[in-house]
């Protein structure tokens, strides 16, 4: 199983990037995948997930309309969308995935996860 994460880097406030997760190793289709983010010292936070067989998706409250998560099936990979980059979205984000047992996103980050990209973003 593999989610290789890629795409962050340095913005400025206001600015956007897009992060990709390309996954093999798994049946995609059946997953709940999804980004979460760490800072050195703080717990794990959930960004935004996606259910791949109906496309719903969850978004944590703090990035909830600047943030966007998509999927290509074909490439078996999922994106996120950030604009309106803020000082707080600093961060490694990671990206895991869950077995979708029919209870949505809930469970998403305790399932495969992978290395991470940084985002750093600038005031």
């Known amino acids: 199983v593999q989610l290789q994460a890629s795409g962050g880097g340095l913005a400025q406030t206001g600015g956007s990037l897009t992060l990709s997760c390309a996954t093999s190793?798994?049946?995609?289709?059946?997953?709940?995948i999804g980004w979460y983010r760490q800072v050195p010292g703080k717990e794990r936070e959930g960004v935004s997930c996606?259910?791949?067989?109906?496309?719903?998706?969850w978004y944590g409250d703090s990035v909830k309309g600047r943030f966007a998560i998509s999927k290509d099936t074909s490439k078996t990979t999922v994106y996120l969308q950030m604009d309106n980059l803020q000082p707080e979205d600093t961060a490694v984000y990671h990206c895991?995935?869950?077995?979708?047992?029919?209870?949505?996103?809930?469970?998403?980050?305790?399932?495969?996860r992978g290395r991470g990209t940084q985002v750093t973003v600038s005031s």
């Open positions: 895991a995935a869950d077995a979708d047992y029919g209870l949505g996103c809930r469970d998403f980050m305790s399932g495969y």
């Open positions: 190793g798994f049946t995609f289709s059946r997953y709940a």
């Open positions: 996606i259910l791949i067989r109906d496309g719903s998706t």
